[in-house]
């Protein structure tokens, strides 16, 4: 008798069964991470999509409002309303290198933190350095914030409780009003000379603050002279270090603290090579001593700039929130 020939059927088709079972855990696994891609990648959209709608708020924005002559040219600042405006005023200094931009030039990206919060954003623009010296903008400065102040009433703004920001030269400009702003002239014949000049808090990005002593800036010359790249603009062109310290002690924001300072937040790089960290170190430390109520906030490994500095202006918005906004 011949056996039958042994058959692999039941063999196959007992693997064949079990291929279900082993595949269903890898295709589970494979759906599973699918679905956390995409929901990693909504959750991104989403954040960007929200940001993007925050930095992008809706705003009237009126250019070119006339503020004095420099040169022959018109000085002129913006008027920039939020749609719901909270009846506070922040000036905005577009100054960089001293030099300026003119009407319609602000950034509206560097403006959304602060007009979020309901905040009235006055641009300012000034004749260019080394056209105008930095003497001249300081004063045309002066100048726009009497001029805003007097029409206070026409921005819908209160005219005793205005901020400034500004970065870089921008921020030398806010302190040198920080610092010297104050009562005008009452026998001026022009009503916008009579004005205060003062504001009553400020937010800024790395300032300089004294032209005498520039540490480690690539602009120091090394003989305790004007810095390399702004002796036209600060009238030493050429240079006469007989005049200098008065000069730059003039314009040194640091050698103009006195009895009076409004709150200020500082926010500066420690990598900073073109005006350095010990420049706000030395004013918070000065001001400090006078019982002023100054705040530095170290940005690590941050140079002249850096690139999340948009997220800081919230912190700027919430520093104006508390020292502009109360008691209203």
């Given at each position: 008798m011949t056996l039958p020939a042994p058959s692999d059927h039941g063999h196959s088709s007992a693997v064949e069964a079990s291929l279900p079972k082993r595949g269903l855990p890898i295709l589970r696994l494979l759906t599973w991470l699918l679905g956390g891609f995409l929901a990693l990648v909504a959750v991104a959209g989403i954040g960007i999509a929200a940001g993007w709608i925050y930095y992008h708020p809706s705003?009237?924005?009126?250019k070119g409002v006339v503020y004095g002559v420099r040169k022959g040219k018109d000085l002129t600042f913006d008027v920039v309303r939020p749609a719901k405006p909270n009846g506070l005023g922040i000036v905005y200094f577009t100054s960089g290198g001293w030099r300026s931009g003119g009407p319609?030039?602000?950034?509206?990206?560097?403006?959304?933190?602060?007009l979020r919060r309901g905040y009235t954003?006055?641009?300012v623009y000034h004749v260019s350095q080394p056209e105008a010296t930095i003497k001249e903008i300081v004063s045309d400065s002066h100048r726009a914030i009497r001029f805003i102040r007097t029409h206070a009433a026409d921005y819908g703004v209160d005219p005793d409780r205005l901020g400034l920001t500004g970065g870089s030269a921008g921020g030398h400009l806010s302190l040198m009003i920080a610092t010297r702003g104050g009562p005008g002239d009452p026998a001026a014949p022009d009503e916008i000379d009579r004005a205060s000049s003062a504001v009553q808090a400020v937010a800024i990005f790395y300032p300089v603050t004294d032209f005498l002593d520039l540490g480690d800036s690539t602009e120091n010359p090394g003989n305790a002279g004007p810095p390399l790249g702004f002796r036209a603009a600060l009238e030493q062109d050429?240079?006469?270090l007989a005049t200098w310290p008065?000069?730059?002690r003039e314009l040194s924001p640091l050698h103009q603290l006195s009895t009076h300072l409004p709150p200020t937040l500082i926010y500066h790089g420690d990598a900073d090579g073109l005006v350095p960290l010990d420049q706000s170190r030395r004013f918070e430390a000065k001001a400090s001593e006078l019982g002023h109520d100054v705040k530095?906030?170290?940005h690590r490994g941050g140079d002249h700039g850096w690139r999340?500095?948009?997220?800081?202006?919230?912190?700027?918005g919430r520093w104006f929130d508390t020292h502009l906004r109360a008691g209203k």
């Open positions: 705003f009237e924005a009126e319609g030039s602000f950034n509206s990206l560097i403006l959304a933190p602060l954003i006055f641009p050429p240079v006469d008065e000069t730059g530095v906030v170290v999340t500095q948009l997220l800081d202006l919230i912190q700027f």
